[in-house]
């Protein structure tokens, strides 16, 4: 049981983020993308960039004067040695009354360059300890970090067992608009958004070769050349769950480190880690499907250096259709 309502929480959480999305909108309004876009330092197989610093420190404060009222686990890039903070300082993990796990700016690189809105993530989950995981998030939020070209940005949020929700809000005027989100209700993939990420060079090929066979399996490729599926490489993971949890994308997989176990890499190049991933609660209360790579529920431990690999469907026919068929390809499996 979480300490507080979960209306409460929410409302903490809403405000922390829209401070972080003020931070980096005037950032981008007064600094310059070269700027903004120099390297400080590699933190635990990702790269921090100028942009990230101040926004690492705003969530900081915030969360040390939070933590005067309750005691709680802050699990977040840059924060330690190995991403769990203990607040206040000095207090035990074990008197910890809920974890807290936050990536301020997902989606950095697209950011920085103001090319396309970044997202700031959160989810809460009880002290469970080390063993505490994705599936253990009861409250979610996700906030919008527009570019300086947009005046609307959303917010979503779930609680367990209580469906998703989104508000939209007028950064000229301050007016919002309630939604409720809502994947795609189509039955298969074709004239539709649907991709496998693979956004950087690692393991590019193989992501790449996988994605058509797939594609071709389902017979979602038009042999006369006209495209049947469309694709969209956001590099953001939380703008992924966006896009699929609003009805943008049908199907989005992110594997990097399937493909990079099938390479035999040494290392684990840059993929999702759980606080990429906290907001997956989100989809699935608004009726979307996210799994792991062999079709179970995510249930990776929140340690900042864990990878993860993802499937999201936007909706029970579309994950009949298509799971089979990519756990084959996967693992020679066909059954859930």
């Known amino acids: 049981m979480l300490p507080y309502p979960a209306d409460t929480l929410i409302r903490r959480v809403r405000a922390l983020h829209e401070q972080i999305r003020s931070e980096v909108r005037a950032q981008l309004l007064q600094y310059s993308a070269d700027w903004l876009a120099q390297a400080t330092e590699s933190a635990d197989g990702d790269t921090q960039f100028r942009i990230d610093v101040q926004v690492e ?14 005691p709680f686990m802050l699990v977040a890039e840059g924060i330690s040695e190995n991403g769990w903070l203990p607040l206040p300082h000095g207090t035990d993990i074990d008197q910890a009354q809920f974890i807290m796990v936050v990536d301020p700016i997902d989606g950095t690189r697209m950011i920085m360059y103001d090319k396309r809105s970044a997202w700031c993530l959160t989810g809460i989950a009880p002290n469970l300890g080390r063993q ?10 996700q906030t919008e970090l527009p570019t300086t070209r947009q005046y609307l940005a959303d917010t979503l949020w779930a609680v367990r067992g ?44 193989w992501l790449a070769t996988l994605e058509e066979d797939l594609y071709r399996q389902l017979g979602s490729m038009d042999v006369r050349g006209n495209p049947l599926v469309f694709a969209d490489q956001y590099l ?57 790579e062999y079709g179970r529920q995510l249930r990776t431990p929140l340690d900042i250096r864990e990878p993860v690999a993802w499937v999201g469907y936007a909706n029970p026919a579309l994950r009949d259709l298509i799971e089979p068929v990519l756990l084959r390809l996967l693992h020679g499996e066909t059954e859930r």
Request: hydrophobic share 40%; charged share 20%.
């Open 162 to 205: 209580q469906g998703a929700f989104g508000e939209r809000q007028n950064l000229l005027d301050g007016g919002t608009t309630s939604f409720r989100p809502k994947p795609s209700s189509a039955n298969d993939l074709r004239y539709g958004f649907a991709s496998i990420a693979n956004f950087f060079p690692d393991g590019k090929a």
């Open 132 to 141: 505490t995981t994705l599936a253990d998030i009861e409250i979610a939020v």
């Open 57 to 70: 420190k705003l969530l900081l404060q915030f969360c040390q004067q939070w933590a005067q009222e309750m």
């Open 236 to 292: 953001s993971t939380g703008g992924q769950i966006y896009e699929l949890t609003v009805g943008h994308d049908r199907f989005i997989a992110d594997l990097r480190p399937v493909a990079f176990r099938q390479l035999g890499y040494a290392g684990m190049p840059l993929c999702a880690h759980p606080y990429d991933i906290c907001t997956e609660l989100i989809a699935r209360e608004a009726g979307a499907i996210i799994t792991d």
